[in-house]
């Protein structure tokens, strides 16, 4: 069954017509439904898909007619966001979205560090990257659509609450990412560098305020590590 974000969604509402262009082109010429069909929407205020069956369907309009409620039971019990490095590619960043919405990490914060490569992102290109979340989030069932922030001036020196992790290529003075309890925090924090590394001064700064973990001797892409760590974070 199809799952559509919608914003407007009002678990009173049992009856609803979609004139959204880009809904109604993705449901009629991508999916091609037929009056029937059954589809469910949801939106980040109700934890609950909503099911519909359409009634008719129309060039610019379709109506759906509500039969069903079910309970979204795919959320983690605990806030996970990944606050990783200006990366050099926009394709990285549409990867780390993309799968890190699937796994279920709920905000992503990109920022610019020391060694981060100039990388200019555009109001469309944030669109375009809004809407990778959005589909991610209704193929993998989530029940939220994550929050991405892409921000030149964060301040390491003032780090988000709750328990904050950084990774580092060197084993010195580091943790191992099973020594963390999960279940001990509300909100888990990841930050990831660039492809060149955390600076030694930005080292300093993290080494103050977060618990600073080794992955061992392979070296990780600063688009696979958030992945790889946070589904490991999720499911332990």
Same mark, same amino acid.
């Not at 939220?144 to 390491?156: A, L, R």
């Not at 020196?157 to 020594?179: A, G, M, Y």
């Not at 590394?197 to 696979?224: A, Y």
């Given at each position: 069954?199809? #799952?559509?974000?919608?914003?407007?969604?009002?678990?009173?509402?049992?009856?609803?017509?979609?004139?959204?262009?880009?809904?109604?082109?993705?449901?009629?010429?991508?999916?091609?439904?037929?009056?029937?069909?059954?589809?469910?929407? &949801?939106?980040?205020?109700?934890?609950?898909?909503?099911? &519909?069956?359409?009634?008719?369907?129309?060039?610019?309009?379709?109506?759906?007619?509500?039969?069903?409620?079910? %309970?979204?039971?795919? %959320?983690?019990?605990? !806030?996970?966001?990944?606050?990783?490095?200006?990366?050099?590619?926009?394709?990285?960043?549409?990867?780390?979205?993309?799968?890190?919405?699937?796994?279920?990490?709920?905000?992503?914060? &990109?920022?610019?560090?020391?060694?981060?490569?100039?990388?200019?992102?555009?109001?469309?290109?944030?669109?375009?990257? !809004?809407?990778?979340?959005?589909?991610?989030?209704?193929?993998?069932? #989530?029940?939220?659509?994550?929050?991405?922030?892409?921000?030149?001036?964060?301040?390491?020196?003032?780090?988000?609450?709750?328990?904050?992790?950084?990774?580092?290529?060197?084993?010195?003075?580091?943790?191992?990412?099973?020594?963390?309890?999960?279940?001990?925090? !509300?909100?888990?924090?990841?930050?990831?560098?660039?492809?060149?590394?955390?600076?030694?001064? !930005?080292?300093?700064?993290?080494?103050?305020?977060?618990?600073?973990?080794?992955?061992?001797?392979?070296?990780?892409?600063?688009?696979?590590?958030?992945?790889?760590?946070?589904?490991?974070?999720?499911?332990?």
């Amino acid at each position: 069954m199809q #799952r559509i974000y919608f914003p407007e969604l009002n678990t009173q509402d049992d009856n609803i017509t979609i004139s959204d262009i880009e809904i109604v082109h993705q449901l009629t010429k991508v999916l091609r439904i037929r009056v029937g069909d059954e589809i469910s929407l &949801f939106n980040w205020d109700i934890n609950k898909d909503i099911i &519909f069956t359409v009634t008719e369907l129309g060039k610019r309009e379709i109506s759906i007619k509500k039969i069903s409620e079910q %309970e979204n039971t795919s %959320e983690i019990d605990f !806030e996970l966001s990944l606050y990783n490095a200006m990366p050099n590619k926009l394709e990285k960043i549409e990867y780390i979205i993309q799968k890190g919405t699937e796994i279920g990490f709920t905000k992503f914060h &990109f920022f610019r560090t020391d060694r981060s490569q100039k990388l200019v992102i555009s109001d469309n290109k944030k669109v375009r990257l !809004e809407k990778i979340i959005t589909e991610a989030a209704e193929q993998s069932g #989530r029940a939220i659509i994550p929050q991405i922030i892409i921000s030149d001036d964060f301040d390491i020196n003032n780090l988000p609450d709750w328990k904050n992790i950084f990774f580092h290529t060197q084993n010195e003075n580091s943790q191992d990412l099973r020594s963390i309890e999960k279940r001990s925090w !509300e909100k888990i924090n990841l930050f990831v560098g660039p492809e060149g590394g955390w600076s030694e001064s !930005e080292v300093q700064i993290l080494e103050q305020n977060t618990s600073r973990i080794h992955l061992g001797n392979r070296i990780l892409r600063t688009e696979t590590t958030g992945i790889v760590t946070g589904f490991y974070i999720i499911q332990a």
